[in-house]
């Protein structure tokens, strides 16, 4: 898992979400979350705007490597 997969899985969990949820919220489907989560792919970023506008995420907490 990469660091921008793990990050979105946490902030996830935080939000008490499953994948289908969070993923509709934020407009991919559940299997394109758990790619990203996976680090299989990236998250576009249309993805990366919706996550930072729907939960008030700070991207750059996102692309933190500490």
């Known amino acids: 898992m990469n660091k921008l997969g793990a990050k979105i899985k946490v ?5 008490n979400l499953n ?11 559940q299997g394109r979350l758990s ?13 990366l705007y919706e996550i930072r506008n729907k939960f ?3 991207l750059n907490w996102l692309f933190d490597e500490g």
């Open 11 to 15: 902030l996830r969990k935080q939000l």
């Open 35 to 47: 790619e990203i989560e996976q680090g299989k792919t990236k998250p576009s970023a249309e993805t």
């Open 56 to 58: 008030n995420v700070d």
């Open 19 to 29: 994948q289908n949820d969070f993923a509709k919220t934020i407009g991919i489907s």
